[in-house]
T-cell receptor, first 116, second 111 residues
Framework: GAGVSQTPSNKVTEKGKYVELRCDPISGHTALYWYRQSLGQGPEFLIY????????DSGLPNDRFFAVRPEGSVSTLKIQRTERGDSAVYLC??????????????FGPGTRLTVL | GQQVMQIPQYQHVQEGEDFTTYCNSS?????IQWYKQRPGGHPVFLIQ?????EVKKQKRLTFQFGEAKKNSSLHITATQTTDVGTYFC???????????FGTGTRLKVLA
């Protein structure tokens, strides 16, 4: 079956611009995560959705970052006034309905964001 | 805040040698997951451990969760070139589905 997809695969933008990154999770998965991964580092948690609501947004670095999941499926990560330090690979992961003790995350291929 | 560290950062082994990576959390975990990321790829789930002292095996891979649920290890027996990649642990905490990923161990296998 289809896995998690992310678009675009690459995004180059200029400092100060606005960008949107899209994630299409596996059909039926209620949980969705956004992570940011810099070169040589582990994925850094940004936000977690359970259904349509952001159950935990404690990883968002500042108010320039915002994410939505209006219908409980597709999610969009929005970054305003981009800075060079925002350059990274943004990963999305989805999980089936959570059970006791956590649940496996299925990662998408990521969007490589470069801010010039 | 919660931190998850892994050692070593890098490991080069000859094909056929064993490999171990260690994961340590600053706080007690409810569960721990392990992922493998090939160069240029995305993390792929390997396993989840939930119980204190739990040991799970997948072919040549052995995963262990510490008694205090603050550390974990992944051991690969007789490495193969297909084992190349970065191995991450990810710690989950009670009351949240947030996962904190470790710093990763990058494995290179020399044929």
């Amino acid at each position: 079956g289809a896995g998690v997809s992310q678009t675009p695969s690459n995004k180059v933008t200029e400092k100060g611009k606005y960008v949107e990154l899209r994630c299409d999770p596996i059909s039926g998965h209620t949980a969705l995560y956004w992570y940011r991964q810099s070169l040589g580092q582990g994925p850094e948690f940004l936000i977690y959705f359970q259904g349509t609501g952001a159950a935990d947004d404690s990883g968002l670095p500042n108010d320039r970052f915002f994410a939505v999941r209006p219908e409980g499926s597709v999610s969009t990560l929005k970054i305003q006034r981009t800075e060079r330090g925002d350059s990274a690979v943004y990963l999305c992961a989805s999980s089936p309905r959570p059970g006791a003790g956590g649940h496996e995350q299925f990662f998408g291929p990521g969007t490589r964001l470069t801010v010039l | 805040g919660q931190q998850v560290m892994q050692i070593p950062q890098y490991q080069h082994v000859q094909e056929g040698e064993d490999f171990t990576t260690y994961c340590n959390s600053s706080t007690t975990l409810s569960n721990i997951q392990w992922y493998k990321q090939r160069p240029g790829g995305h993390p792929v789930f390997l396993i989840q451990l939930v119980k204190s002292g739990e040991v799970k095996k997948q072919k040549r891979l052995t995963f262990q969760f510490g008694e205090a649920k603050k550390n974990s290890s992944l051991h690969i027996t007789a490495t193969q070139t297909t084992d190349v990649g970065t191995y991450f642990c990810a710690g989950g905490s009670s009351g949240t589905y947030k996962y904190i990923f470790g710093t990763g161990t990058r494995l290179k296998v020399l044929a």
